[in-house]
């Protein structure tokens, strides 16, 4: 499995942006995605996920009502559309799937190479 994740960018206080996280060779058989972040100093969290298991697509507190996670079957693409940044929300973002869903953040199979959002305040 590869992860290409993309759509990071500068962006001020209060606006947008809309993460891409590519798949390659992933299959139904992983049952959880997701997108965690890791600012500068600090480890590494968990945004945002979904479970194939349940149908089920989590948030972190600290962005609930402001992200959200979306996919396209399709194209074998996740995306975390981001709303109302904040200068708090400033990481490198990544992509992470792995094949059995035991939890946002036991999700940690395969890791995509992270896109670097900085928000100004």
């Known amino acids: 499995v590869q992860l290409q994740a993309s759509g990071g960018g500068l962006v001020q206080s209060g606006g947008s942006l809309r993460l891409s996280c590519a798949a390659s060779g992933f299959t139904p058989s992983y049952h959880g995605i997701g997108w965690f972040r890791q600012a500068p100093g600090k480890e590494r969290e968990w945004v945002s996920c979904?479970?194939?298991?349940?149908?089920?697509?989590y948030y972190a507190d600290s962005v609930k009502g402001r992200f959200t996670f979306s996919r396209n079957n399709a194209e074998s693409t996740v995306y975390l559309q981001m709303n109302s940044l904040k200068p708090e929300d400033t990481a490198v973002y990544y992509c992470?799937?792995?094949?059995?869903?035991?939890?946002?953040?036991?999700?940690?199979?395969?890791w995509g190479q992270g896109t670097l959002v900085t928000v100004s305040s």
């Open positions: 979904f479970s194939s298991t349940d149908d089920t697509t």
């Open positions: 992470a799937v792995a094949r059995l869903f035991y939890g946002c953040d036991e999700i940690d199979d395969y």
